[in-house]
């Protein structure tokens, strides 16, 4: 005896619009009982009172570990409870041009980031001092759509905890380290166009993107022979990636929060997110990635998913990834990198950053 209303707000952008209805709307009389949230959202909206917690008798944080992936119940789970679940993953991937790779004679992806530096720079293509063609889309915040992203994959892999270690020199040395690609490297221009239209169009060799970009990508130029592989790692023995993904909430002033969070539990199991990666492939060239670690086999074949999957037991996610809808952390990056491209010291430019994520 339940009735479901649907409401399609994903043509509402951006997406900092979006957030800040979920936000408002949540504390209202009538608000919406089960609501799409970002993952980095999770922990402030529990701060504020904004999600029911799942039932422990429906479903116990151990039973949510063990089918989710750590970044998961890193941030769904608060004080032992349960505030969100996910129905699909995403995160960061290096997409790279196989033809381009095959020019330089390079027969597989680069895995540590010395080898990705060494292989942009082969990769690069110049007329006289002018780029023509980019080894990699690194360095710049303004026409990297995922710049934050791939900071925020740097730092920790550093070990760097971006909300209270920002401002430390292992995540200095990251800046510096990314900024150099275009300043001393030049193995990518602010001049050229975003980098994933970019790669579309054959101007750039790698760029780090999420998987539902790679769809963008294939339908903007369906013949490019492309690859996708796990992130470059600074240890190997240490792996650590980088997650941007979705989950589903329960408004905590729902009035149907029980019935609520039974139908989350059931859009999770295995054979609903089977149907629902399925229905989703009849319409575009494929689904999300599973969210349920018990899934991952069953994308072992898919070469364009089964990279992310790869790397989804070792992400780490925060408030500064892009297309989050949380645009001051964003931007609060952004600023720092442009800054350093300018001539501000990395410590100086991160301190101002460390100030406005923290707030």
Same mark, same amino acid.
């Given at each position: 005896?339940?009735?479901?209303?649907?409401?399609?707000?994903?043509?509402?952008?951006?997406?900092?619009?979006?957030?800040?209805?979920?936000?408002?709307?949540?504390?209202?009389?009538?608000?919406?009982?089960?609501?799409?949230?970002?993952?980095?959202?999770?922990?402030?909206?529990?701060?504020?009172?904004?999600?029911?917690?799942?039932?422990?008798?429906?479903?116990?944080?151990?039973?949510?570990?063990?089918?989710?992936?750590?970044?998961?119940?890193?941030?769904?789970?608060?004080?032992?409870?349960?505030?969100?679940?996910?129905?699909?993953?995403?995160?960061?991937?290096?997409?790279?041009?196989?033809?381009?790779?095959?020019?330089?004679?390079?027969?597989?992806?680069?895995?540590?980031?010395?080898?990705?530096?060494?292989?942009?720079?082969?990769?690069?293509?110049?007329?006289?001092?002018?780029?023509?063609?980019?080894?990699?889309?690194?360095?710049?915040?303004?026409?990297?759509?995922?710049?934050?992203?791939?900071?925020?994959?740097?730092?920790?892999?550093?070990?760097?905890?971006? =909300?209270?270690?920002? *401002?430390?020199? +292992?995540?200095? &040395?990251? @800046?510096?380290? %990314?900024?150099?690609?275009?300043?001393?490297?030049?193995?990518?221009?602010?001049?050229?166009?975003?980098?994933?239209?970019?790669?579309?169009?054959?101007?750039?060799?790698?760029?780090?993107?999420?998987?539902?970009?790679?769809?963008?990508?294939?339908?903007?130029?369906?013949?490019?022979?492309?690859?996708?592989?796990?992130?470059?790692?600074?240890?190997?023995?240490?792996?650590?990636?980088?997650?941007?993904?979705?989950?589903?909430?329960?408004?905590?002033?729902?009035?149907?929060?029980?019935?609520?969070?039974?139908?989350?539990?059931?859009?999770?199991?295995?054979?609903?997110?089977?149907?629902?990666?399925?229905?989703?492939?009849?319409?575009?060239?494929?689904?999300?990635?599973?969210?349920? =670690?018990?899934?991952? *086999?069953?994308? +072992?074949?898919? &070469?364009? @998913?089964?990279? %992310?999957?790869?790397?989804?037991?070792?992400?780490?996610?925060?408030?500064?990834?892009?297309?989050?809808?949380?645009?001051?952390?964003?931007?609060?990056?952004?600023?720092?990198?442009?800054?350093?491209?300018?001539?501000?010291?990395?410590?100086?430019?991160?301190?101002?950053?460390?100030?406005?994520?923290?707030?």
């Amino acid at each position: 005896n339940v009735t479901i209303k649907y409401e399609d707000r994903s043509v509402l952008k951006p997406l900092i619009s979006y957030k800040e209805r979920v936000f408002s709307t949540i504390v209202e009389q009538n608000t919406p009982d089960i609501v799409l949230v970002h993952a980095s959202w999770v922990p402030r909206m529990v701060s504020f009172g904004m999600l029911a917690p799942a039932p422990n008798s429906l479903i116990k944080p151990a039973d949510f570990k063990a089918t989710f992936y750590p970044v998961t119940s890193e941030k769904a789970i608060v004080n032992n409870q349960i505030y969100a679940l996910p129905l699909s993953y995403d995160g960061l991937a290096l997409v790279y041009n196989k033809d381009h790779f095959a020019e330089v004679g390079q027969q597989s992806p680069p895995t540590a980031w010395e080898e990705f530096r060494r292989l942009a720079t082969e990769l690069s293509v110049y007329s006289g001092t002018d780029l023509v063609r980019a080894g990699a889309a690194m360095g710049s915040a303004s026409n990297i759509d995922f710049c934050p992203d791939i900071l925020g994959l740097m730092w920790s892999q550093a070990g760097v905890d971006i =909300k209270s270690e920002l *401002d430390s020199q +292992a995540a200095q &040395d990251a @800046l510096t380290f %990314y900024t150099n690609f275009l300043k001393e490297d030049q193995v990518w221009s602010s001049n050229f166009p975003e980098a994933t239209q970019a790669f579309a169009e054959g101007k750039v060799s790698m760029i780090f993107v999420p998987s539902w970009q790679i769809l963008d990508i294939l339908v903007a130029s369906s013949g490019l022979n492309i690859g996708v592989a796990p992130v470059p790692q600074i240890s190997a023995e240490n792996p650590v990636s980088w997650a941007s993904f979705w989950m589903e909430g329960v408004s905590a002033k729902s009035p149907n929060s029980a019935v609520a969070w039974d139908f989350l539990k059931f859009l999770a199991e295995r054979d609903q997110q089977l149907k629902l990666f399925n229905a989703s492939s009849n319409y575009r060239g494929f689904g999300s990635p599973y969210s349920r =670690k018990d899934l991952a *086999d069953e994308l +072992a074949l898919n &070469d364009y @998913l089964r990279p %992310y999957l790869l790397d989804a037991p070792y992400a780490k996610t925060e408030e500064i990834s892009a297309r989050s809808g949380n645009a001051r952390q964003e931007e609060s990056i952004r600023e720092a990198v442009n800054a350093v491209l300018a001539g501000t010291p990395a410590g100086e430019a991160l301190t101002k950053a460390k100030a406005e994520i923290s707030k």
